[in-house]
């Protein structure tokens, strides 16, 4: 069983940066690609971004295109998630994910992944 832990949320300004990170307590996150999603109140989850099982691809979400950027360190164990002129809409929980079934390549789709970590808060306010 593989049992995520994020890490990284907090409150910071508009055009402020956090990293978030993706562990795990237990088992490697060696084979597994890992995505990224948010949820803000009262919206669905939404999928921002995801890696590849050995990094080779990463895939962003309109929203956070260009902003965003998800890199993984294997000899860590983690995944992390650098994010960059943060707005308001900005504002959600964050959760990671890991999925086993691909390895070259990763998708922003919630049915993927079979394990989910509890999420981490950020909030993007003046």
């Known amino acids: 069983q593989v049992q995520l832990v994020e890490s990284g949320g907090a409150l910071v300004q508009p055009g402020g940066s956090l990293r978030l990170s993706c562990a795990t307590s237990g088992r490697t996150l060696h084979g597994y690609s890992i995505g990224w999603f948010r949820q803000a109140p009262g919206k669905g989850r939404e999928g921002i971004a995801c890696v590849s099982a050995f990094g080779g691809s990463v895939l962003y979400g309109d929203s956070v295109k260009g902003r965003f950027t998800i890199f993984r360190d294997n000899a860590k164990n983690t995944v992390y998630l650098q994010m960059n002129s943060l707005t308001s809409e900005d504002t959600a929980s964050y959760y990671c994910?890991?999925?086993?079934?691909?390895?070259?390549?990763?998708?922003?789709?919630?049915?993927?992944?079979?394990?989910w970590g509890q999420g981490t808060q950020v909030t993007v306010s003046s």
């Open positions: 994910a890991a999925d086993s079934a691909l390895i070259h390549s990763c998708l922003l789709r919630m049915t993927q992944y079979e394990h």
